[in-house]
């Protein structure tokens, strides 16, 4: 059976326009060729520093931009290349949720005029039954019906944020893509809206795409977990393994930096990242973390390592896993 989202070689680069005549003179290499699937009812963490692509690819795989190149496939079928009419029953199965639930909501509409938006927008049901179908989603979300006649800056954050996730549920989708969804929210109210997604998933059997550069937050959150690095997936797995037993070094550096203790954080080996995430604009040849590896070798710096499945299920993008080679890893090159 296809699987519900499959994303294969995906790339958005995005043109930077110079002079007067406004010439292309080079690109962002924003999303660089990455691939990966999400089965119905499964939850797969996108993650990785900011800037490094998981927004864009959020939104390509959305066709809330167009992509540069690969597929995107929903069910099996291929919708990279459909145009807005082609695309409007796929958007009805896939919805977003924002990570700013002050920006997201438009703040002249009430809290029920934007749930029920994507539902006129699609001319799904007369009026009375988009009010019983607001009123269940506020239900459904833990607010009152009777605000639906509020405005967005009455509400709190957290409140918002259902309002968001309201709206995304309105058309029963199958595919939500929360764009960092909990980033902008108290620490104690994320693990409120989080709950609150997975209970939905459970009652829905909705599909998540959790873009996230909160490691705990995706370790919650996630069935399987991608770690991206400049564009690129650097490593992808069950996120049991990937916290237990990680194998790319980015993926190391991260866990080491901000580790979780379920997973014998305290026996691994600290490892600390120097310098900067380099520019998309001009991102470095061969592998793209080369720049700060603590174990990069000749090859690394001109052959970029493909994403190879190293054990069932786990796949990497290091030369060190090239041919077998297992974690631990041996001792860190020197500088
Ligand atoms: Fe480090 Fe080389 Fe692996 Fe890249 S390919 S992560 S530089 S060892």
């Given amino acids: 059976m296809s699987p519900l989202l499959e994303v294969e070689g995906l790339k958005k680069h995005f043109p930077i326009h110079t002079g007067v005549f406004s010439r292309i003179s080079g690109q962002v290499y924003a999303v660089d060729g990455i691939s990966f699937r999400i089965d119905r009812g499964e939850t797969l963490g996108l993650v990785g520093e900011s800037g490094c692509g998981k927004s864009t690819a959020g939104r390509t795989i959305l066709k809330l931009l ?15 290349d459909l145009d807005q009419d082609r695309m409007l029953p796929y958007r009805r199965q896939m919805q977003m949720i924002y990570q700013d639930p002050y920006a997201s909501l438009n703040p002249r509409m009430s809290a029920g005029e934007i749930v029920s938006e994507p539902l006129v927008i699609h001319g799904v049901g007369a009026p009375k039954d988009r009010r019983e179908r607001v009123a269940h989603l506020f239900e459904r979300v833990g607010l009152r019906p009777e605000l639906a006649k509020a405005y967005p800056h009455e509400f709190s954050g957290g409140q918002r944020q259902r309002i968001g996730i309201a709206r995304a549920l309105a058309l029963s989708p199958e595919l939500i893509v929360g764009d960092e969804p909990v980033s902008a929210l108290d620490v104690s109210i994320q693990a409120q809206i989080i709950n609150l997604l997975m209970d939905l ?4 059997q ?28 650097v490593e992808m797995t069950d996120k049991t393994t990937l916290f237990e037993t990680p194998l790319h070094p ?25 310098g900067d995430v380099p520019s998309p604009i001009n991102p470095p040849p061969g592998c793209h973390f080369h720049t700060r590896c603590p174990y990069v070798m000749a090859r690394c710096r001109h052959e970029a390592p493909p994403l190879c499945e190293v054990q069932s299920g786990h796949w990497t993008a290091c030369h060190l896993h090239d041919g077998g080679v297992r974690y631990p890893l041996a001792k860190p090159a020197e500088p």
């Fill in 201 to 204: 998933q459970d009652e829905y």
């Fill in 206 to 233: 909705l599909s998540y795409l959790f873009v996230a550069h909160d490691l705990a937050v995706v370790e919650h959150i996630s069935d399987r977990v991608a770690v991206m690095y400049l564009g690129r997936i």
């Fill in 66 to 80: 167009e992509p540069t190149a690969g597929k995107i496939r929903v069910r099996g079928e291929d919708i990279t």
């Fill in 250 to 274: 980015y993926t190391e550096a991260l866990l080491s930096a901000v580790p979780i203790a379920k997973y014998g954080a305290r026996d691994r080996r600290r490892v600390i990242l120097t």
